[in-house]
């Protein structure tokens, strides 16, 4: 009933090894394994593939959620489909999510668009900065940004993936009209 497909079992057992490595030495693994926007000097083409491997060290949570989540789908998915099948697949969707970030972090502004993307409190510095920091500071850290772009713009649009989706819902729970 538990047993977990090759594949599956190798990734998350990879995730979690990065995980307690990134407890260890965060900033250079973010720093050269995160994904960066293409104009950042910090950028490096394996940060596409590498980015989804981090986790937030500030949280268990975090790992154990996404962990779950490929438990329960990779699981099913790779039964079905077989181990190279999902493991292209899981490797299409890393691929497709990174590409996402760095076109729209890239074009948006370039299309006229106002970006923000808040410095959340704890990030971008030392994991040291980060462990004391808990979700109640970031929510308000985006309502902060919220507050100000929208001071600024006329219509705003609210996007986050994964933890930046719950901050998304987190500031925008209050506002009458968005867009």
């Known amino acids: 009933m538990f047993a977990m497909p090759p594949v599956t079992r190798a990734l998350i057992i990879a995730n979690v090894a ?9 900033p250079f693994l973010l720093l ?7 104009a950042s000097e910090a950028f490096r083409p394996w940060q596409i593939l590498t980015y989804a491997f981090l986790h937030d060290p500030s949280s268990v949570w975090h790992i154990f959620f996404n962990m779950f989540a490929l438990y329960m789908f990779g699981r099913a998915l790779e039964s079905f489909w077989g181990s190279r099948r999902f493991l292209i697949y899981f490797l299409v969707c890393v691929l497709a999510a990174g590409a ?6 890239r074009f948006t502004p370039d299309a006229g668009f106002t970006v923000e993307m808040p410095l959340l409190p704890g990030h971008g510095t030392d994991i040291s900065d980060m462990v004391p920091t808990r979700w109640p500071q970031w929510c308000e850290a985006a309502d902060d940004a919220f507050t100000e772009l929208a001071a600024r713009c006329d219509a705003v649009a609210v996007v986050g993936l994964s933890m930046g989706g719950s901050l998304a819902v ?8 968005v867009g």
Request: aromatic share 14%.
């Open 18 to 26: 990065l995980y307690l490595l990134e407890l260890w030495v965060a």
């Open 32 to 38: 050269h394994f995160a994904l960066w926007p293409l």
């Open 100 to 105: 996402t970030q760095l076109i729209v972090t």
């Open 170 to 177: 987190c500031t925008t729970r209050g506002a009458t009209s």
